[in-house]
């Protein structure tokens, strides 16, 4: 089974940085695309950040300039660098494949992100 473990969130104030890990078991993980969602109070889960299997990244318009988006394929682990953090950041951060277009996807248990003063 693909399990999905997330950790490295916590409350920072805004124009924080943290980073996020995702540490991925279950799949030969060089061979899928990859990628960070997040779900804020109140809302739906949203696509954040994809890394390819080959590297290419490509984020929402909300983080571009801010987020980094990274993989180290030896240690089954993906990261989301956030720079510059603002309050809409806040959310719980999800790591996954690349299911933008997958409804049946399963989920672990995020990390909690909080940006506040």
């Known amino acids: 089974q693909v399990q999905f473990v997330e950790s490295g969130g916590a409350l920072v104030q805004p124009g924080g940085s943290l980073r996020l890990s995702c540490e991925i078991s279950?799949?030969?993980?060089?061979?899928?695309?990859m990628g960070w969602y997040r779900q804020a109070p109140g809302k739906q889960r949203e696509w954040v950040a994809t890394?390819?299997?080959?590297?290419?990244?490509v984020y929402t318009d909300s983080v571009k300039g801010r987020f980094t988006i990274s993989r180290d394929n030896a240690k089954n682990t993906m990261y989301l660098q956030m720079n510059n953090l603002k309050p809409e950041d806040t959310a719980v951060y999800y790591c996954?494949?690349?299911?933008?277009?997958?409804?049946?996807?399963?989920w672990g248990q995020g990390t909690q992100v909080t940006v506040s003063s």
């Open positions: 996954n494949g690349d299911v933008r277009a997958d409804s049946t996807a399963s």
């Open positions: 279950g799949i030969i993980f060089e061979f899928y695309d």
């Open positions: 890394i390819a299997r080959n590297e290419a990244t």
